[in-house]
């Protein structure tokens, strides 16, 4: 494994780079695309981030349901959340 580093790093002088997010095929298509192709790609494409933040949204509002509804265990994934409530007279 060294051997394969040290040759990359000093003959060859590749990098290896991790996108911090990726991309679906429809965000990398609109990136590439030429202003002519965006044009014809706008309702479509308008459509794709109303969706995505939807969605976000959607994800944030159960993350806080979780934390006021499951109690946290290890391996607390198998937990199924439940609101909690008080009996009558206890």
Same mark, same amino acid.
């Given at each position: 494994?060294?051997?394969?580093?040290?040759?990359?790093?000093?003959?060859?002088?590749?990098?290896?780079?991790?996108?911090? +997010?990726?991309?679906?095929?429809?965000?990398?298509?609109?990136?590439?695309?030429?202003?002519?192709?965006?044009?014809?790609?706008?309702?479509?494409?308008?459509?794709?981030?109303?969706?995505? +933040?939807?969605?976000?949204?959607?994800?944030?509002?159960? +993350?806080?349901?979780?934390?006021?509804?499951?109690? +946290?265990?290890?391996?607390?994934?198998?937990?199924?959340?439940?609101?909690?409530?008080?009996?009558?007279?206890?």
């Amino acid at each position: 494994m060294r051997q394969y580093r040290d040759v990359f790093n000093t003959e060859y002088n590749i990098g290896f780079f991790k996108p911090k +997010k990726d991309l679906c095929a429809l965000c990398e298509k609109w990136k590439k695309a030429t202003r002519e192709e965006r044009l014809s790609m706008v309702r479509e494409y308008g459509d794709h981030l109303k969706n995505y +933040k939807r969605v976000k949204q959607l994800r944030e509002e159960e +993350k806080n349901l979780q934390s006021v509804y499951c109690k +946290k265990y290890p391996g607390g994934e198998k937990v199924v959340p439940f609101p909690w409530q008080r009996s009558e007279g206890h």
